[in-house]
């Protein structure tokens, strides 16, 4: 499934027991933002990001004390989760200390070669990688003067030139990000950069926005570097809930074929035809069921007359007659529901079909 775009045979690299790269599945993943130093809101956040279906999380350490909750954090969160620092190598020191399954950290900017060995050493001897995140605003200001801009030779050579301080001091356990807030931008400079090494590469767009622009932005450059066989792990940005950020995450890989399972959601556009209030069922239907762990395709369509025959191949539908709506399983009507009873008593019948069929 995943090699279906020609995907960029990349090495594997083992982050809390999570395989990133090669042929495994594209990891989703996310950032807190509770303070971490908050050990109950901070694992309450990763539980619901857990239950979303994130494979992965993210935690700022702006300070020791943040360092140090990690050690709580990492021993009862259910999935793996990252250290993002910034300059303190003795915050990266800290946190691999405390569990940390992987260090984000850009090794151009902790203080020298000496740091750079510390922070590799402490990582080699417990198996833990690092990624070198490079962001458009993090260029090194010489590489700004060599080509006049911010482009995808500067950051890829920036991004190039992390990695090898880290190579030079011995260390390859590394997964490369190159985030832009352009997806054009981010786009051509992992295209560049993908060519360029056989590194895991964590894609997205950075500071893409609000939850509509985010995703607009994040779904085209993350859907089209994918669809090139791009791309190992991915987050979307949002000025907004993490949840919502992988939740978008899972939406792009499923649109893609890239990842089954979950609730496939797909409702229609509404036109004269309806007669009933679909714009508001739909979205309340698509809250209460998006995070169920059935194999399902739900339709919510707007009338009777094409509703069924435009989703038949939905698993289970719904669609709007007049003051009542038809229930239908692959195009074939099964019942009449009441308007006043529709959401939880399609609710019902999803989750009961999901029972059923027994796939998660
Ligand atoms: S399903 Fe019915 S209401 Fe919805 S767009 Fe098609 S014709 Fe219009």
Known sequence: MDNYYGRKGTRVINVGGLKIGGDNPIAVQSMNNTKTSDVEATLKQINDLYEAGCDLTRV????????????????????PVVADIHFDYRLALEAV??????????????????NVFKVASACKERNIPIRVGVNSGSIEKRLLEKYGKVCPEAMTES????????????????????????????????KMLSGMTDYPLHVGVTEAGTVREGI??????????????????????????????????????????????????????????????????????????????????????????????EAKDADIGLAGGIDEFILFEKGETIRRIKAENAVDEFVEEVIKLGEKNNVR
């Open 216 to 309: 607009i932005k994040s779904a085209v450059g993350i859907g089209s570097l994918l669809s090139s066989g791009i791309g190992d792990t991915i987050r979307v940005s949002l000025t907004g809930d993490p949840v919502d950020e992988v939740l978008a995450g899972i939406g792009i890989l499923k649109a893609l074929d890239l990842r089954k399972g979950g609730i496939t959601f797909v409702s229609c556009p509404t036109c004269g035809r309806t007669r009933v209030p679909l714009i508001e069922l739909a979205s309340e239907i698509e809250k209460r069921i998006c995070k169920l762990p059935y194999d399902l395709k739900v339709a919510v369509m707007g009338c009777v007359v094409n509703g069924p025959g």
């Open 159 to 190: 991004a190039l030139g992390a990695v090898k301080l880290l190579e030079d001091v011995d260390f390859d356990d590394i997964i490369i990000s190159i985030k832009s807030s352009s997806p054009r931008l981010t786009i051509e400079t992992y």
């Open 97 to 114: 200390k405390n569990g940390a399954a992987k260090i984000r950290i850009n090794p151009g900017n902790i203080g020298g070669s000496e």
């Open 60 to 79: 700022a350490i702006p300070d020791m004390a943040a360092a140090e909750a990690l050690k709580e954090i990492t021993k009862r969160s259910p999935i």
